[in-house]
């Protein structure tokens, strides 16, 4: 009888211990996310990314938010799924004073529209802002909850400083559901979004369960390279290669380094320039070559960086900054070099 108290005792103690250090355990909810406003922004790029047998990544990134938005609020959050392009949805998310942003993508990287393609060429990215935030966490539950779905096992969690949805008001996590460029993720997003939208709403709400999701927002500091209050937008006349300076010695060390990227991206580089004390990297229209994701990971930046001692950089497409910012939907700012430890 002693011996079946000391059990209790210890049964209990251990699940008081339990409680503690894992509150949710035996719980249907940690917070209430009943009235969490969760605002999905899908792709508009206007049908202009096409993936795999025809793949549009717009009609699939509006599928999945259809099918996440029903999954959410039968949860009881309030969704609202945007109608715009990515700079109107973070207008009116912003106006709508969203708790949540999440921006729903496909990728695009190495062709793969074989089914025997690699499965490495597809495969499930989040982005977040900020390291240690609550942004990073909410990318890190969605990618738990999509990477076992999505085919591809390139699977990752990617910073980026830049995204102009990633500086809405709410906390925003990206999520780029697969690559349009593999096979098997894009049967996958075309056959299964149902599925692929469950998903995500699952990793929304399990982020949620662990961290307060009402009054979402949440100020962020970014460190590393960062964006000037130059603006790289409208008035890219601030950066016409006739006005500047040939850097050539920049462009022969920078174009080997790109055709290891993509063989096609070395000879897509036009001109290296010093324009107003701006370093201008001309390229003619790379879009077809990848994502602006892909391209920006890649490290390009901080690598055109180290070649010189310029303190701004900014990239064209085909002579306009404004192109070259829709396609990797940056805010269009000039990157600055980042300071010293």
Known sequence: ?????????????????????????????????????????????????????????????RAVAGHAAAALKA????????????????????AW????????????GTWGCEKSSPANRGGTWTMYRTVGSH?????????????GESPGTNDQMVQRT?????????????AEMG??????DTVWLAF????????????????????????????EIDEGIVL?????????????????????ELADDLRPWLAAIHPELGASLTSVSEVDGTLVIDLEDIRGLGSGHMFHTSGIAEKVFELGDFDELVFQIEGEAQRFCDWVESDCGVLTRPLPE
């Not at 942004?135 to 990477?147: C, D, E, F, P």
């Not at 000037?228 to 050539?248: T, V």
């Open 228 to 248: 000037s209050e130059r603006s790289a937008g409208p008035s890219a006349h601030d950066f016409d290669l006739l006005e500047g300076d040939p850097r050539r």
């Open 1 to 61: 009888m002693t011996h079946h108290k000391h059990t209790q005792s210890r049964s209990r103690s251990h699940a008081l211990l339990a409680l503690l250090i894992f509150p949710c355990l035996g719980a249907d909810e940690c917070h209430d996310v009943k009235g969490v406003k969760v605002y999905l922004s899908p792709a508009h790029h206007g049908g202009t990314n096409i993936g795999c047998a025809g793949f549009d990544e717009d009609v699939g990134a």
């Open 135 to 147: 942004g990073q966490q909410l990318a890190s539950q969605m990618l738990a909850a999509l990477k």
């Open 97 to 108: 004073n969203a708790d949540l942003h999440i921006p729903i993508h496909s990728n695009a």
């Open 75 to 94: 949860k009881g959050f309030v969704v609202r799924v945007g109608e715009g392009d990515f700079k109107n949805n973070y207008a009116d998310s912003n």
């Open 162 to 174: 830049d995204l102009l949805e990633l500086k809405a008001s709410a906390r925003t996590a990206y």
């Open 192 to 219: 299964g979004a149902k599925d692929a939208g469950e998903a995500l709403a699952k990793g929304i709400l399990d982020h949620c369960l662990v961290v307060e999701c009402h009054g979402g927002a949440a100020l």
């Open 179 to 184: 690559f349009h460029t593999y096979y098997w």
